[in-house]
Nanobody, 115 residues
Framework: QVQLVESGGGLVQPGGSLRLSCAAS????????MGWYRQGPGKQRELVAR???????NYVDSVKGRFTISRDSAKNTVYLQMNSLKSEDTAVYYC?????????WGQGAPVTVSS
């Protein structure tokens, strides 16, 4: 069983920055994806960014150049550095880890971008 604990959400002004963290407890093996989905008000959940255990990364087009996903393998933790935040980035961000056919979810971290 894997548990994910997220931290780092909050309120930020447009143009500001936030960093989300997601720590996984339990064994996540050595072949997995970790990352974040988000769901904004009235929107469908979308994949924001993910990182493979091998180090490759993927981003949704709307955050490329602004968000960076990274990891600390020793701590089973991934980070999402979010810069140049826009109002449309307002959402609940859900950390996930996908191991083979099983996906585990964090509790969600609200991010509000507003002046």
């Amino acid at each position: 069983q894997v548990q994910l604990v997220e931290s780092g959400g909050g309120l930020v002004q447009p143009g500001g920055s936030l960093r989300l963290s997601c720590a996984a407890s339990g064994s996540i093996a050595n072949n997995y994806f970790m990352g974040w989905y988000r769901q904004g008000p009235g929107k469908q959940r979308e994949l924001v960014a993910r990182i493979h255990s091998g180090g490759s990364t993927n981003y949704v087009d709307s955050v490329k150049g602004r968000f960076t996903i990274s990891r600390d393998s020793a701590k089973n933790t991934v980070y999402l550095q979010m810069n140049s935040l826009k109002s449309e980035d307002t959402a609940v961000y859900y950390c996930f880890v996908r191991i083979v056919m099983t996906t585990y979810w964090g509790q969600g971290a609200p991010v509000t971008v507003s002046s």
